[in-house]
């Protein structure tokens, strides 16, 4: 046996009525604009891994360039 499936874009994806109810798709809140984005498919213990925006640009500035 042979397993197939579409492949889908990622316009694709998010719209898949099959991606929404396995519960793939998360809002991300970022301080520039929400995302929306697709998740990883694979669970550890049940759960998915949680998703976070990378910080908004410069945001760590001061952080990494202060002096040791």
Request: aromatic residues 2%; charged residues 25%.
């Amino acid at each position: 046996m042979l397993p197939i499936a579409p492949v889908y874009d990622v316009a694709q994806a998010l719209d898949s009525p099959f991606v929404a109810a396995s519960g793939m798709i998360r809002d991300v809140p970022h301080p520039k604009e929400d995302l929306r984005l697709l998740t990883s498919p694979i669970k550890i213990d049940g759960k998915r891994a949680e998703l976070a925006a990378a910080p908004a640009l410069g945001a760590d500035n001061a952080r990494l360039l202060r002096p040791r």
